[in-house]
């Protein structure tokens, strides 16, 4: 997918998200600018997975919109989104219990091409998915997400289980993109090291955003 110019690759607005009874999310209004990495910061509970499932459609706001490329897409299902280059990968492991690595890998594009950022996916081409460690499942749904070269990539704590260089691999690759004009946008629970100056950082709190800014700005405060 060719990488977008400028402005915004989504955007919340407003929202507010209810699971039964209970609220998740009180009028947060998140930014997914394209060319940058993009940060939600929060214990657990704060609302971080929330935010992600609302933007790739698997959570369904009560108020507020939804915006992908400038469009409302507030009522369009999740694989109405991915169709339009939302790509989730979730903090519990993405794959199909049927289904083998390389053919998992497939659904996205050649098995070669993800092999070629993570040599150690050739090992496990031929083995299911669900014989796979934990560490080993989340590099195959982290490959399979860069694969499909989507315009707005969400990772829900995408490190959890990777190996240390596996990890620093990751981290090049999600600056690489953001560079090329695409967005991405990772929870965490602490603003990491690595994250650059200019990434945008929300700090949510019990589902509020209690800030908004970038990186070098939270480091200096």
Do not use: I
């Amino acid at each position: 997918m060719s990488a977008p110019t400028g402005g915004l690759a989504a955007e919340l607005r407003g929202v507010r998200v209810r699971y039964g009874r209970v609220d998740r999310l009180h009028g947060v209004d998140v930014r997914c600018p394209n060319g940058r990495v993009g940060f939600l910061v929060g214990r657990n509970g704060s609302g971080r997975s929330t935010v992600l499932a609302t933007l790739a459609g698997l959570a369904r706001p009560y108020q507020g919109r939804v915006t992908v490329a400038g469009r409302d897409v507030t009522a369009l299902a999740a694989h109405r989104r991915a169709a339009l280059g939302v790509v989730l990968v979730p903090a519990r492991r993405a794959v199909f219990s049927t289904l083998t690595v390389a053919e998992t890998l497939s659904l996205s594009g050649p098995p070669e091409h993800a092999a070629a950022r993570f040599p150690e996916l050739t090992a496990l081409f031929a083995r299911r998915c669900t014989e796979l460690s934990g560490g080993q499942q989340q590099l195959v749904a982290l490959a399979r997400a860069l694969l499909a070269d989507p315009s707005l990539l969400l990772l829900d704590e995408p490190e959890r289980g990777l190996a240390p260089t596996v990890v620093t691999r990751l981290r090049h690759l999600l600056t690489d993109r953001a560079k090329a004009g695409h967005a991405v946008l990772l929870t965490a629970r602490t603003l990491p090291p690595w994250a650059p100056d200019d990434a945008l950082v929300h700090v949510l709190e019990r589902g509020r955003l209690v800030w908004l800014g970038e990186a070098g700005e939270l480091r200096q405060g």
